[in-house]
C-alpha cells in the first residue's frame, strides 16, 4: 500500500507553534523539536500497525480505519479519535480527554515524502517526513 514503509523526518514547518498552542512547554517543545522522529507503516486492508520510535520514546499501536481508538502524544496528552481513508489520504480527528479540543492530522505520499499535517484550535504545522 501507499503509506507502507519507515519513513524518517527531515524537517517541520510551524510546528513549535503547534506544540505552543497544544499547551506543550517550552522545555518539551524545544526537545520535541529535535526527535528524531522514526515513524514504520504496514497497512493490510483497513488495518494499520504503527511504530514510532523517537529520542524520547518508542510506540507500537494498531487502528482500523473508522475505529476509535485511544492514544497518548509523547507528552502524555491522551486522545481518543479515528483515522478515515479519503482516496489516498489518511485524515485522523482525535479530542483530547482532558479539555473536549479536536486535534486534525491529515497524512499524504507527496513524490517520495511523507507529509504529516497538524491543526489545533487555528494553528497548523506540517511535518515533513523522508522514506529510510
Known amino acids: 500500500m501507499t503509506f507502507n514503509g519507515t519513513w524518517k523526518v527531515d524537517h517541520s514547518d510551524n ?9 506543550i512547554n517550552l522545555v518539551k517543545r ?21 511504530k514510532e520510535v523517537s529520542a524520547f520514546r518508542t510506540l507500537e499501536l494498531d487502528f482500523t480505519l473508522g475505529v476509535t ?9 491522551e486522545l481518543s479519535g479515528t483515522w478515515v481513508m479519503e482516496g489516498e ?7 483530547r480527554k482532558d479539555n473536549g479540543k479536536v486535534l486534525t492530522t491529515i497524512r499524504q505520499i507527496v513524490g517520495d515524502e511523507l507529509i504529516q499535517s497538524y491543526s489545533y484550535e487555528g494553528v497548523d504545522a506540517k511535518r515533513i517526513f523522508k522514506r529510510s
Open 69 to 77: 481508538f485511544e492514544y497518548s502524544l509523547a507528552d502524555g496528552t
Open 15 to 23: 510546528y513549535e507553534k503547534f506544540m505552543e498552542q497544544m499547551g
Open 30 to 50: 524545544k526537545l520535541a523539536a529535535h526527535d528524531n522522529l522514526k515513524i514504520t507503516l504496514e497497512q493490510t486492508g483497513d488495518k494499520f500497525h504503527v
Open 89 to 95: 489520504t489518511l485524515k485522523g480527528s482525535f479530542t
